[in-house]
């Protein structure tokens, strides 16, 4: 079966600590794969995806398909970067599959 | 960020009791999705339809129901078989070339009294 599994449900760090946000996967062939993030009072909204190879607001994931995982880091934690954070994965079937969250404070 | 709205905000509904959201796009996008988020949960699947006049079961559909008569609007309704239905309520939209991002709405959220 599909499944994406995100092994934190909460995770803390003060500001200026590396975080990382951990996101392992479970799927047949090559799925596509997305970091979504969701602001306190806004709208769930795409972070990064893997196939543009980008880095947003000093975030980046790195696709080990060995390990069948796609975590999310950024080297130095700010305040605004307190979210809800969703892995996704999507493969042929045009369904997004979703990660349970994690929820990132980052400590003044 | 625009571009897909739901309503109501916020909505009340007496148990036993059907109730409609609302979700419409004007991103001409083909494919529209309806999720629930429940903490700890995540976002599962309640249904999807990538053309209009069709759509598909997703991972929870048991106590639900959508229609899909126009391409940019495409409605839930929360049946009174829904044993848990209290929830926020996410939909989603996207282009069907490969890879797109989806663009989501900003939610309902259904408290049953």
């Known amino acids: 079966a599909q499944r994406v599994t995100q092994p934190e449900k909460l995770l803390s760090v003060f500001k200026g600590a590396p975080v990382e946000l951990k996101c392992n996967y479970s799927?047949?062939?090559?799925?596509?794969l997305f970091w979504y993030v969701q602001y306190s009072r806004q709208r769930l909204q795409l972070l990064l995806r893997?196939?543009s190879r980008e880095s947003i607001k000093g975030f980046t994931a790195d696709l080990n398909k060995g390990e069948t995982s796609f975590h999310l880091k950024k080297p130095f934690a700010q305040e605004e970067d307190s979210a809800m954070y969703y892995c996704?994965?999507?493969?042929?079937?045009?369904?997004?599959?979703f990660g349970k969250g994690t929820k990132l404070t980052v400590n003044p | 960020d625009g571009g897909i709205t739901q309503s109501p905000k916020y909505l009340f509904r007496k148990e036993g009791q059907n109730v409609t959201l609302s979700c419409e796009q004007n991103?001409?996008?083909?494919?529209m999705y309806w999720y629930r988020q429940d903490p700890g949960q995540g976002l599962r699947l309640i249904y999807y339809?990538?053309?209009?006049?069709?759509?598909q079961k997703g991972d929870i559909a048991e106590g639900y129901s959508v229609s899909r008569e126009k391409k940019e609007s495409f409605p839930l309704t929360v049946t009174s078989a829904q044993k848990n239905p209290t929830a926020f309520y996410l939909c989603?939209?996207?282009?069907?070339?490969?890879?797109?991002?989806?663009?989501f709405g900003p939610g309902t959220r259904l408290t049953v009294l």
């Open positions: 996704a994965a999507q493969g042929g079937s045009e369904k997004l599959v």
């Open positions: 991103l001409n996008h083909d494919a």
């Open positions: 799927y047949s062939g090559s799925p596509e």
């Open positions: 339809s990538q053309i209009v006049n069709d759509f």
């Open positions: 989603a939209s996207r282009p069907l070339t490969p890879n797109n991002e989806q663009f």
């Open positions: 893997h196939i």
